[in-house]
């Protein structure tokens, strides 16, 4: 009866997922992941951070990257799915599941996804950009999934979209990065960028993507 009940609010949640997404291009899902999943998943974290699998993120590609602290100050850690930890593997098979749901409903032809443990230190962003590159366009849509426990407004680290209004105008959509909430949008129209914050910032990031994955995980 338990995992009854836990499919239908995970099947509510795809839903809500894609409506959303359908009508304004974006959504914001509540307690997408639980408590205990998210500190198993800071645990998997701490232990990629103490092996010294974080690496500084760059701009660009994989092909053109370049490292720009002052555009982006984060530090990820790709995960490969063959090698993903019980708890990541966890989020990945509901991520998978939410891939299914919206090809059936939305029709975006989505076939993989790529993810990565992100941490923001204290005083860092990362400046307004869009997720598509240039040169590779498949990134479709842009997921991220907040590990950050006990997070207030005065902690900042928002999350803010730049949302196109039909007269040319921009509404502002700021998302503050709370433990278990899933912010996702489009990669290829919705322009965003992540504010300071005063303490380490904790997520999954990543794409779902209309081809099969051929990341090269560095």
């Not at 997070?151 to 680290?157: I, M, N, V």
């Not at 489009?186 to 999954?204: C, F, G, K, N, Q």
Request: net charge negative.
């Amino acid at each position: 009866m338990i995992e009854k009940e836990l499919e239908e609010k995970l099947l509510l949640k795809y839903e809500q997922i894609a409506d959303r997404l359908s009508e304004k291009g974006y959504a914001i899902i509540d307690n997408f992941l639980e408590p205990q999943q998210v500190r198993n998943l800071l645990e998997v974290l701490a232990h990629h951070k103490e092996q010294g699998g974080f690496r500084k993120a760059g701009i660009g590609s994989a092909d053109r990257v370049v490292v720009d602290k002052e555009v982006r100050g984060d530090y990820i850690r790709w995960i490969e799915p063959s090698e993903a930890l019980p708890p990541t593997q966890v989020f990945l098979d509901r991520m998978s599941d939410l891939l299914r749901y919206i090809n059936r409903t939305c029709f975006l032809g989505l076939r993989d996804y790529e993810f990565h443990f992100t941490v923001y230190p204290p005083g860092t962003v990362y400046q307004r950009h869009i997720d598509q590159f240039k040169e590779s366009d498949h990134r479709r849509l842009s997921f991220i999934c907040y590990l950050n426990e006990d997070w207030l407004p005065e902690h900042g680290g928002n999350l803010r979209l730049y949302l196109p209004q039909e007269d040319g105008s921009e509404e502002e959509v700021d998302i503050l990065p709370i433990a278990g909430r899933l912010a996702c949008f489009r990669a290829d129209m919705i322009p965003h960028e992540v504010l300071v914050a005063t303490r380490h910032r904790y997520s999954l990031t990543g794409w779902m993507l209309d081809q099969l994955n051929e990341l090269t995980f560095l």
